[in-house]
């Protein structure tokens, strides 16, 4: 028998909303779920400030063969480090605002859902990407994107505005923030010096005119630059990312690489926001890819889903990926 530990967040709103809702406490609700799918659980509350220090703690332990952690993209991020030096199996429940990873590994976003199918997933070897050699799950950006994260850091301080509302706020006033800038990239030891709005790195690449990866395993960064253009450019490219054909605006060009180097003119520390997280890093920032670096749990997918599903999430599929495009 699995002996798995659930780490919640008990000032997570989404657990909040989920005690309100089902009128009862959900670390019963957890540990239920999975002793129903034959897991014997432990389930703890971590505030963030004591997430790193109780993953310490676990790493010394042989008490569990499995973590999953309760929280946003960025909660996991800060401790992806712990979780890998743990070399034990590990998870995400979604109650962040965006929830990239647990969306890319088809947990359920809705709250009761995402700890059913948990309670019955099964591992799986997932890529992770790393930047100045600290390793992160989904994206990391410049330009726009550390502007948003900057911008959601102060929307968070304004009262009355709920979690999508202050994500609107912040990607508006990101908008109009972002200004032209020289980056020089360098792509497998390629140069290539853009003048753009934004550079946002992946760990594996996203699907066609959507802003999910179907596959977590082909060993693969995508760079995607935004060039810069005119206000009217940008606007329809805004218009282009929302109703998801970015791909084919011109001011976009995507790239394929495991190794990716950049460097912002003249400037020795640039803002990133890496999976929702922003730091100032210093140049030049060295992403890497990390072929199934992680094992992670993965939901289940029943014989109905995996017949409807994309012939790249089905087992045993293969993506031609190309070098270049754009």
């Not at 972002?178 to 030891?189: A, M, N």
């Not at 946002?200 to 060993?219: H, K």
């Not at 960064?221 to 282009?240: F, K, N, P, T």
Request: glycine share 10%; hydrophobic share 45%.
């Amino acid at each position: 028998m699995a002996r798995c530990l659930v780490l919640l967040n008990p000032r997570a709103g989404t657990l909040k909303d989920l005690a309100a809702a089902s009128g009862g406490e959900p670390a019963e609700k957890v540990r239920q779920a999975f002793a129903a799918a034959g897991k014997d659980v432990d389930v703890r509350m971590a505030p963030p400030r004591d997430l790193r220090s109780v993953l310490d703690e676990l790493a010394r332990s042989d008490d569990h063969d499995e973590i999953i952690v309760g929280g946003g993209d960025g909660s996991l991020s800060r401790s992806l480090d712990k979780l890998l030096a743990s070399g034990k199996t590990f998870g995400v429940l979604p109650f962040g605002t965006m929830n990239l990873l647990a969306r890319d590994l088809g947990v359920p976003q809705e709250i009761d859902e995402a700890i059913a199918a948990l309670a019955r997933s099964e591992p799986a070897e997932v890529d992770l990407g790393s930047i100045n050699g600290r390793p992160f799950h989904s994206i990391s950006g410049l330009g726009f994107f550390a502007q948003m994260a900057r911008a959601r850091e102060a929307a968070r301080g304004l009262k009355g505005l709920g979690r999508y509302a202050g994500f609107t706020v912040a990607a508006l006033r990101a908008f109009f923030r972002s200004g032209r800038s020289r980056y020089q990239l360098e792509i497998d030891g390629a140069p290539l010096v853009v003048e753009a709005t934004a550079v946002l790195v992946t760990n594996n690449p996203f699907g066609d005119g959507a802003w999910r990866r179907p596959r977590l395993d082909t060993g693969e960064l995508e760079v995607i630059v935004a060039h810069s253009g005119s206000m009217r450019e940008r606007l329809r490219l805004g218009v282009d990312v929302v109703a998801g054909g970015w791909r084919a605006n011109p001011l976009i060009e995507v790239f394929r690489a495991r190794r990716v180097e950049v460097r912002k003119s003249r400037r020795p520390r640039v803002w990133v926001a890496t999976d929702g997280e922003l730091s100032r890093e210093p140049t030049p920032i060295v992403y890497e890819i990390r072929p199934k670096a992680a094992r992670m749990l993965r939901p289940r997918m029943s014989a109905d889903a995996l017949s409807a599903a994309p012939a790249a999430l089905a087992p045993g599929a293969e993506t031609r990926v190309p070098e270049r495009e754009g």
